[in-house]
């Protein structure tokens, strides 16, 4: 399963979820947009941070928004095609 968080590097709320994150267990990637600029378009960010698992954009960060929590993450996380497949 690939985890990746897309943010800036000046995100502020990086740091949380990455720690939500560890919480639960899972391993991660951190990419910063500012260096790729690819990424960014490819998934269409406004705003960080933002989760991609397994190459799907399961959360999008926008300043009414508030980060996912332990429950939240852990179902995107379960939600992905590799974690249904370690289940059956």
Do not use: W
Not at 5 to 28: F, M, W
Not at 53 to 81: C, H, M, T
């Amino acid at each position: 399963m690939d985890i990746l968080i897309l943010a800036t590097k000046n995100c502020s709320h990086r740091p949380t979820l990455e720690k939500g994150l560890q919480d639960l267990g899972v391993n991660y990637q951190v990419k910063y947009v500012e260096d790729d600029p690819d990424a960014m378009e490819k998934y269409q960010i406004h705003n960080s941070p933002n989760l991609v698992v397994d190459g799907n954009l399961v959360f999008r960060a926008s300043p009414l928004k508030s980060l996912p929590s332990d429950s939240e993450l852990k179902d995107y996380i379960n939600q992905s095609p590799y974690a249904k497949k370690q289940k059956s």
